[in-house]
């Protein structure tokens, strides 16, 4: 059994010491491209916590009781991307039929999700560092904070910065990747929390 | 053979995938921490990209249009797991430094995007040159990158130490934060060349200013978004963020990228752009 104190370790190493985007460069398509705007940001954040957190359980399930069970891990890589794929697809249409208020929120979001690596990179760093089911529910979720965390501070600073006076040629994305710098070296900080 | 080498030089230098294109950030950014790394990851990727191209090539009338993307990732996920197996029994060091990311090679953008894009439309000899060419030149990037890195952050190039012994290493080059700031120099310096070059009045409409406005506004050929999402168009990117002004050479590119599967003739008969008479040169040179 797993303790509260050893899920609770992994909520904070997950979310902030290891930060998927800023120390583990999973995400960065979606980190980078839809962070113009607070709003957007969080719907993206949201969506992804939604997605990473099923896509855990599902993949954790699967590896558990099919691959495991045959001694088939070595297909875990064809099986999770196609499990998260058929997964983000089925939620898309779940969603469209059941909870159309939820839909119109996150459902421009949910085609994206599918090529985010972080959902993939999740589910294996689940099976990498032998998480059972619970604990990778948890990890996957904490994964997903940290990267909402991140993305919604940095869409916060690009609507701070958008009217500023750059050099020319750091117009655009190489502002954007030095302020990205700037949070990987803050977030350094968190690792004096473990 | 003057075909296979058009696909090289394409792959290498004209349409090169992490300087050009600005593909496949996430591995160019997690694991070019050293040289070794980076040559270490460019050629898992360009084993896998050459593989899946020569297989998708092959297989391309028998892959109906619809379900083509699944298709694709079955075949490109077995390899990457073929190369992992490989990498554990041959080369544990290596697969240990790269972790995570050999398994991730599945979801890398340039491999989905070339497969879409050139090898599903193609030949297959000309589709195996063209992977290998892609593969070279994100290797040829990669090793750039991982030196750059390596040398700032601990004065050594592929471990033989380069700087003089008063050199202190920028230990942050070599951690996370260091990625980034090598990035942002290579797109600013990007930025720089396209805007010196649309000073000059040519056009730039090749070169990203990376991936963060590809997804909204997508000039990419290799952007993954479109294949997932057929009618990517209608989602009501548009409304949600306006890109602020879309020049006319971006137009023409995104419109390219919505053709699904891209025309032959638009990778075939495009004219020399973005390279230097140098390049140019070079290439009439080699035929």
């Known amino acids: 059994m797993t303790d509260i104190k050893d899920l609770f370790i992994i909520l904070v190493s997950s979310s902030l010491v290891s930060n998927v985007v800023l120390s583990q460069f999973l995400g960065l398509c979606p980190f980078l491209g839809v962070s113009k705007k607070t709003s957007t940001a969080a719907g993206m954040g949201t969506a992804v916590i939604f997605v ?106 690009r609507e701070k910065m958008e009217h500023n006076d750059f050099p020319e040629s750091f117009k655009g994305m190489p502002m954007v990747l030095l302020t990205a710098g700037l949070m990987a070296i803050a977030f350094c900080g968190f690792s004096g929390l473990l | 053979m003057n075909k296979a080498g058009e696909r090289l030089y394409n792959g290498l230098i004209k349409e090169n995938p992490t300087f050009v294109l600005m593909l496949g950030m996430c591995p160019t950014l997690a694991v070019t921490t050293s040289a070794m790394n980076g040559l270490g990851m460019g050629l898992t990727t360009a084993a896998v990209l050459a593989m899946s191209n020569l297989i998708i090539s092959l297989l391309r009338k028998v892959i109906p249009g619809k379900v083509r993307i699944p298709a694709f990732i079955v075949i490109i996920a077995s390899f990457v797991t073929v190369l992992q197996l490989l990498l554990e029994a041959y080369l544990p060091d290596l697969n ?70 008063s050199f202190t290493p920028i230990g942050i080059f070599v951690l996370a934060p260091g990625a980034f700031f090598v990035l942002a120099a290579l797109t600013a310096f990007q930025n720089y060349l396209k805007i010196t070059k649309e ?65 032959k003739k638009t990778i075939e008969t495009e004219e020399p752009v973005i390279q230097d008479l140098i390049f140019i040169d070079l290439k009439k040179g080699g035929k």
Request: net charge negative; charged share 20%.
């Open chain 2, 199 to 263: 000073r000059v009045g040519k056009d730039a409409g090749k070169i990203q200013s990376g991936c963060s406005e590809d997804c909204m506004n997508c000039g990419n050929k290799g952007c993954s978004r479109r294949f997932y999402d057929p009618d990517a168009e209608d989602h009501g990117w548009e409304t949600l963020e306006k890109p602020a002004e879309i020049k006319a050479s971006e137009i023409k590119a995104s419109d390219k990228c919505t053709e699904e599967p891209a025309p």
């Open chain 1, 52 to 157: 990473i957190t099923l896509a855990s359980a599902v993949s954790g399930v699967i590896y558990k009781d099919v691959l495991q069970r045959f001694h088939i891990e070595y297909l875990q890589t064809i099986v999770f991307i196609l499990v998260i794929a058929a997964l983000v697809q089925f939620v898309e249409m779940f969603l469209k039929k059941a909870m159309p208020a939820l839909y119109e929120a996150l459902g421009v979001y949910l085609p994206l999700i599918t090529t985010n690596c972080a959902v993939l990179g999740v589910a294996l760093t689940n099976v990498q560092k032998e998480y059972g089911i619970v604990t990778g529910i948890v990890n996957g979720f904490a994964t997903a904070v940290g990267f909402t965390i991140s993305i919604v501070i940095l869409a916060g600073l």
């Open chain 2, 96 to 165: 240990k430094a790269l972790g995570v990311y050999i398994p991730l090679i599945v979801v890398n953008c340039i491999i989905l995007g070339r497969a879409e894009s050139y090898a599903y439309s193609n030949p297959p000899i000309p589709s195996l040159f063209d992977g290998v060419g892609m593969g070279l030149g994100f290797t040829f990037a990669l090793t750039c990158i991982g030196a750059v890195r390596e040398l700032l952050g601990a004065g050594e190039v592929f471990g033989y130490r380069i700087m003089p012994d």
